[in-house]
C-alpha cells in the first residue's frame, strides 16, 4: 500500500475534514506532518486583532504530528515563517512512497524538495495560484517556477484558473489532475434544523422582519477584501428591503462602523456559528481585489447553504462557482460602479427568483466535495508510480 506523506502549514478549518473523510473512506495510508500549530492554539491573529483558535476539533480522525517550528517570528508571512529542521528526519522515520507539498514558498518546503531529490521520494504539488488580474509573469519568474514545477511528478489543480496558472509555468497536462477546493458540505447543510433555529434566533437578535433581505460579508475587514467599497456600493442607491451584514473583524471594522447607515455588525463568527450566518442571508459577497483570494473558500460554504455569490472578477473561484446571471454575479474588480451595478442587479433579480438561484447554486457546489477531491488526488498519487511491466 503507498505511504503518502502530505506537509501542511497548520491545521486549517478546510483540510482537517477532508483528512478525516480519507482517512474514514478510502484506505489511503498517510500521515500529515504540520509545520506550525495555528489554528489549534489560541494565538493574536494580526489581521483579525483579536485572539483566536478554531472551535472545531482539527487533529482528531486522521494520522498527524507537528514538526517543531524552530523560527524566530513563525507564520505564513515570510519565507522563514516555516523553519522545521527536524521535518527530514521525520519523514524518513516514517519513509514514505510518496509525498504531497502544499505549497513552495517557505523555507521547510525547500528542505523537503531537496530531500525528496536525494532519496528519490516522488512528489505531488497542491496549490491554488492564478494569474488573474496579473500582468504577465517576468521571465525570470517564469523560468523560476519552470524549474520549481519540473520537480513535481504529479500537480493537483483546484480550478480553470489555478489550472491555466500552472501550465504557464510549463506544467504539462499530463502531469495535471483536478482535485477541486472542497468544505465539509455535511456541515455546512441547509436542511440541518439547529442551523435553521440559530439562524432565526440571529434574526431577531438583529431586529430583521422575517422577509427583509440580507447581504452578507464574512471575513477580514481589510483593504485588500473592500468591505469599504461594498458599503459605498449598498449606500448608492438604498433599498427599503434589503439590509447590509458584516461579520468579522479587522483594521477597517471602525471605518466601516463610522459610517451612519442602518447597516448590521456581527463579530467574527468561528466554524461552528458560521451556517446560521449564511442561512439568514440571501446574498454572499466576496468583493476582493489584487491576487490574494487565490479561490475564497466562503463562496464554497456559502453555496452549500444555497446562498448565490457576487464577486469580483479576481476571486479564483469565479470562473468555476460563479457564473453571472445563473449562480450569481461578476463584476470588475477596481470598479466601484460596476459593483454598484451588479449588487442592485442581484437584489432585484432575488426579488423575483430567488427559488431558482438556489436551486442552480446547489446543483453547481455539488461537484465541489471532498469526494471529488479525493478522486483527483488518488490519480495524481497513482501517476507517480512507474507502470506496471507489461505481461
Known sequence: MTRLAIILSHPTQYYSPWFRWLRARTALNFRVFYLWDFGVTT??????????????????????????????????????????????????????????????????????????????????????????????????????????????????????????????????????????????????????????????????????????????????????????????????????????????????????????????FLPFANQSEMPARYLLADLFVLPSRGNSETWGLAVNEAMHMGLPCLVSDVVGCQRDLVTDGDTGWVFRAGDPAHLKLKLNEALEALSHDATGFKTRVIARIAGYTYAQATEGLLRAVAATRPPAPTP
Not at 71 to 93: I, K, M, V, Y
Not at 244 to 253: A, I, N, Q, S, T
Open 43 to 264: 494565538r493574536h491573529d494580526p489581521q483579525f486583532g483579536v485572539p483566536f483558535a478554531w472551535d472545531v476539533d482539527l487533529l482528531a480522525g486522521y494520522d498527524s504530528e507537528f514538526v517543531p517550528n524552530r523560527a524566530a517570528r513563525p507564520g505564513t508571512e515570510h519565507f522563514w515563517g516555516l523553519r522545521n529542521p527536524a521535518l527530514s528526519g521525520r519523514l524518513a522515520a516514517w519513509r514514505p512512497d510518496v509525498i504531497l507539498l502544499f505549497g513552495y514558498r517557505y523555507a521547510a518546503h525547500l528542505r523537503a524538495i531537496a530531500w525528496c531529490r536525494r532519496r528519490g521520494v516522488p512528489l505531488v504539488f497542491r496549490g491554488d495560484s492564478h494569474l488573474l488580474g496579473q500582468p504577465r509573469p517576468s521571465v525570470l519568474k517564469r523560468l523560476a517556477l519552470r524549474m520549481l514545477f519540473r520537480q513535481f511528478a504529479a500537480v493537483t489543480y483546484v480550478g480553470s484558473a489555478n489550472r491555466a496558472y500552472f501550465e504557464t509555468f510549463g506544467v504539462p497536462a499530463d502531469r495535471l489532475h483536478f482535485a477541486p477546493h472542497a468544505v465539509n458540505h455535511e456541515h455546512f447543510d441547509p436542511c440541518k434544523a439547529a442551523h435553521q433555529e440559530a439562524a432565526a434566533r440571529l434574526r431577531a437578535d438583529l431586529g430583521l422582519a422575517p422577509r427583509r433581505r440580507v447581504v452578507l460579508f464574512a471575513g477580514k475587514l481589510l483593504p485588500r477584501k473592500q468591505p469599504l467599497a461594498l458599503l459605498e456600493a449598498f449606500l448608492s442607491a438604498p433599498r427599503p428591503d434589503a439590509t447590509l451584514l458584516f461579520v468579522g473583524e479587522g483594521e477597517e471594522k471602525t471605518a466601516l462602523q463610522a459610517r451612519d447607515a442602518d447597516v448590521r
